[in-house]
């Protein structure tokens, strides 16, 4: 259990200005991750393995891309207990992203508004601070046992980059990262990036995923494995978009998906201030629209067809409806902003203790293994 309560944390921080929260946050993990310090946040990893498009998670709770963009602190984020970790959005080039201020809490609605436009580093800084963390070092030297926890890789393009060339970005990222990823997410969902969400339409979408599905297939064979591609698409679509979505899918042989981003509605949050801020809006207010999402997804792909399911998780019951729409794992993130890293073995234990009373997992002995030694992963 981490020494200091997140509810003291959190008041600290919420006191500051929402992004300079953020970079206080992540500069402290990364400063202090796989040392003593670490015990401050260190949770007990739920042991609920499950395969999802291949690979072996220790339990079905992960962290959405966006909170570590520039993958500096994937060790101590891995010592929260995730099952898996999402770094990104990478871009080929680093850029600034959007305009301060750029990031609103509304914590009536326990939610966020977001607007970053993919600011980070650069996808050869990412790559070398994947490269070097403890994480990959113990990944190289894994023994066998205990599932480790899953890194995936975000992908993107720059806002530079004109969108008749957007593929060219996601095939330079993906050929990047694709040695280092257990999986790669490729994000054509965010509202931030100018026309962006044009991606998810018929044609856009067709020729990207048969582009990357080409690309994946020359990675494999050259690094000898293959590396999962999964699709992030948006909360903001109509059942006859996501039927043609999970048709693409599908006809191109992508590896999953994960419903969804943030939403651009703000029927929940019409009358707090921030709201009308432009970005897209996360938390609470977006969790039964990905829930939605999630269960026509589910419906048109059939079963067997990897969904992570992302979108106001803010307690074990929040995850374990993702599960009952059709998702198979969750991504936290802004719930992890309002309730702290303890929320990552709440949903885990209430994920595992449902698929137990529904007898798809033999019952739980422990709860959870012990937790690591700082650092340990």
């Not at 209430?350 to 012990?370: E, F, N, R, T, Y």
Request: aromatic share 6%; proline share 6%.
């Amino acid at each position: 259990m981490p020494f200091l309560p997140y509810g003291l944390i959190r008041s600290a921080l919420f006191c500051m200005d929402a992004e300079a929260a953020h970079e206080k946050t992540l500069a402290a993990l990364e400063r202090t991750q796989n040392t003593f310090w670490q015990l401050l946040w260190r949770q007990p990893r739920v042991q609920d393995p499950v395969t999802l498009a291949g690979l072996t998670l220790p339990n079905r709770v992960g962290l959405a891309a966006g909170l570590d963009k520039n993958a500096r602190c994937i060790d101590a984020l891995a010592a929260m207990g995730f099952g898996f970790v999402e770094a990104g959005t990478v871009t080929p080039l680093a850029q600034p992203g959007n305009p301060r201020p750029r990031l609103f809490r509304l914590p009536a609605a326990q939610a966020l508004i977001n607007r970053m436009g993919f600011n980070n580093e650069g996808v050869a800084a990412f790559v070398t601070h994947v490269c070097t963390s403890r994480f990959a070092e113990q990944r190289q030297s894994a023994a066998k046992g205990a599932p480790r926890m899953a890194l995936g890789l975000n992908i993107g393009k720059n806002a530079a980059t004109p969108m008749e060339r957007a593929q060219d970005d996601y095939l330079m990222c993906l050929a990047a990262v694709y040695p280092h990823a257990d999986y790669v997410a490729v994000n054509i969902s965010s509202p931030n990036t100018r026309n962006l969400r044009d991606l998810q339409a018929d044609e856009a979408l067709a020729a990207l995923l048969a582009a990357l599905k080409a690309r994946q297939r020359e990675l494999a064979d050259a690094h000898g494995r293959h590396v999962p591609l999964f699709l992030k698409i948006a909360p903001d679509l109509d059942e006859a978009q996501v039927q043609s979505i999970a048709a693409a899918l599908l006809e191109h042989g992508m590896d999953g998906v994960i419903a969804t981003n943030t939403t651009l509605s703000r029927e929940a949050v019409q009358s707090l201030p921030h709201a009308q801020e432009a970005g897209g809006l996360s938390g609470a207010p977006v969790r039964e629209a990905s829930c939605r999402v999630i269960r026509q997804l589910r419906a048109a792909l059939g079963a067997g067809f990897p969904i992570i399911g992302a979108g106001g998780i803010l307690s074990g019951e929040d995850a374990v409806a993702k599960i009952e729409a059709g998702a198979d794992a969750v991504q936290l993130y802004t719930g992890l902003i309002y309730k702290g890293p303890a929320l990552v073995a709440e949903a885990a234990q209430a994920i595992k203790a449902h698929l137990a009373s529904q007898g798809q997992v033999p019952p739980a002995g422990d709860a959870s293994a012990g937790p690591p030694a700082a650092g340990a992963q």
